[in-house]
């Protein structure tokens, strides 16, 4: 690996953009507990300024920042939502405003100091924040620039030496940290997701598989909006058979085939696929109505006909492949709405279409 992708971690873009839940949900704590601490700190050192009669400048800096906290933390609470879409850019937009702090504090005292609070926010920064490494770098690098020209500029030279050696020092242990933090805590998100989709996909399908359908239809249990308007119950026609007379191996390859079929046919129609078990399969959605469902299912059955997976064991079969749905319509304002409900209605509906013959659709 070159020294420029060890820096700027050039491979991270996809660990982003995999686990941007994660970090989102991530970057709000950060927010939230960053101005809860900041809050308290500012008013303990107000406190301090008045009691022990700091001038006039500590006691406005300190005044000010305290009182920009609490608007702040009362504009998280008030718009949560939005902040958790954009937690990004308030965590930066909250640590521009703390290195403008640790500079007008340090600014307010009597006498020319050293930097101490810039130190900490240039060292601290890196470890803190989660995004693209580049843009972390350039954000504190152009802090680093600012404190030091101030410092040249407002406290002369021999402090700006002094500075420049626990500014330079700092901004390079938070790079190097901040690097390593950054993609520890992006690897264990990755981890963390990988296992969650292997936990809830069907590896034969690659369709969601049973955990998951009752993760849905469980949050219709916390959320009106959520619940599923349309259920299809699905079974492969004689799959016992077909397995019997082709194989496993070719019995796996027809589920696989099946499964992406279903996958496709759910991007376009707005529906969610899983695999029951077996060769059972359950469809959701929340758009459409009783009449919807019966085109959606007709549809479904002929594009798995398309599939022309080979079927052919007597003379009665139809050549391919195919399957029996049955489908239920579901009021999601009644009251006795209830998932259970909905699957043994819609399972009833399937047998009816496997008693009619297969390779069709009922619906209830």
Not at 85 to 91: A, G, K, V, Y
Not at 175 to 182: E, F, I, K, Q
Not at 214 to 242: A, C, H, S, W
Not at 266 to 286: I, V
Request: charged share 20%; net charge positive; aromatic share 16%.
């Amino acid at each position: 690996m070159k020294v420029w992708e060890r820096f700027f971690l050039t491979g991270e873009k996809g660990l982003f953009e995999k686990n941007r839940e994660a970090v989102n949900e991530y970057l709000t704590a950060v927010v939230q507990a960053v101005d809860i601490i900041f809050l308290f700190l500012m008013g303990v050192m107000t406190c301090v300024s008045y009691g022990f009669n700091y001038n006039i400048m500590f006691k406005a800096v300190y005044s000010s920042f305290l009182a920009g906290a609490l608007l702040f933390f009362a504009f998280l609470r008030i718009f949560k939502r939005f902040i958790k879409r954009h937690p990004l850019f308030f965590i930066y937009f909250f640590f521009f405003c703390f290195l403008v702090f640790t500079v007008l504090a340090n600014f307010a005292a009597d006498n020319p100091q050293d930097y101490v609070s810039s130190v900490c926010a240039i060292f601290i920064i890196p470890l803190v924040i989660l995004d693209r490494t580049l843009r972390v770098n350039i954000f504190v690098s152009i802090a680093l620039v600012a404190c030091l020209v101030l410092s040249y500029f407002y406290k002369g030279p021999s402090y700006m030496a002094r500075d420049s050696v626990n500014l330079c020092m700092y901004y390079l242990a938070g790079m190097a940290l901040g690097r390593s933090v950054r993609l520890s805590r992006l690897r264990g998100y990755d981890t963390e997701r990988i296992l969650t989709v292997e936990r809830n996909t069907d590896s034969l399908t690659k369709l969601a598989n049973r955990r998951k359908l009752f993760e849905y239809l469980r949050r219709g249990d916390q959320n009106v909006l959520m619940r599923p308007t349309g259920m299809f119950m699905i079974d492969i026609d004689k799959f016992k058979q077909y397995n019997d007379h082709y194989g496993h191996r070719a019995g796996d390859i027809c589920l696989g085939l099946v499964g992406k079929c279903f996958a496709e046919y759910g991007e376009k129609n707005k529906m969610k696929f899983f695999r029951y078990g077996g060769e059972e399969f359950c469809g959701l959605c929340w758009t459409k109505d009783y009449m919807e469902l019966a085109s959606c299912a007709e549809g479904l059955l002929q594009a798995v006909r398309d599939l022309r997976i080979l079927f052919n064991i007597d003379g009665t079969a139809s050549g391919v492949v195919t399957i029996s749905i049955g489908y239920a319509y579901f009021d999601r304002d009644k009251e006795d709405y209830n998932f259970e409900t909905m699957i043994k209605i819609a399972d009833s509906a399937l047998y009816s279409a496997k008693s009619h013959g297969r390779n069709c659709a009922r619906g209830s």
